[in-house]
């Protein structure tokens, strides 16, 4: 049975940090590339960024200079640091894995807020 499982969402102030992590299990995860995406009540989810299996990474534009995604497939586990967070990257982050089949996580909630 494959698991995403999101970690690390919270409620932060504009300008501060959060580090998301997306721990997977029952897939053979240096095979799929790996992607955030977010989403917002009554708006459509959002790509935020994505990392190949070989490790080559690609953001939205509103992301490239704060947000950075990376991969440790020693443990399965892909990471999205977020720096410089303003209140308009409140949302709930999802982790997604592709190459066969999509496979998606619960999503963590991120609140950008003073």
């Known amino acids: 049975q494959v698991q995403l499982v999101e970690s690390g969402g919270g409620l932060v102030q504009p300008g501060g940090s959060l580090r998301l992590s997306c721990a997977t299990s029952?897939?053979?995860?240096?095979?799929?590339?790996m992607s955030w995406y977010r989403q917002v009540p009554g708006k459509e989810r959002e790509f935020v960024a994505r990392?190949?299996?070989?490790?080559?990474?690609i953001y939205a534009d509103s992301m490239k200079g704060r947000f950075t995604i990376s991969r440790d497939n020693a443990k399965n586990t892909v990471y999205l640091q977020m720096n410089s967070l303003k209140p308009e990257d409140t949302a709930v982050y999802y982790c997604?894995?592709?190459?066969?089949?999509?496979?998606w996580g619960q999503g963590t909630q991120v609140t950008v807020a003073s």
């Open positions: 997604n894995a592709f190459w066969d089949i999509n496979y």
């Open positions: 029952g897939l053979t995860f240096s095979r799929y590339a």
């Open positions: 990392i190949s299996t070989g490790g080559s990474t």
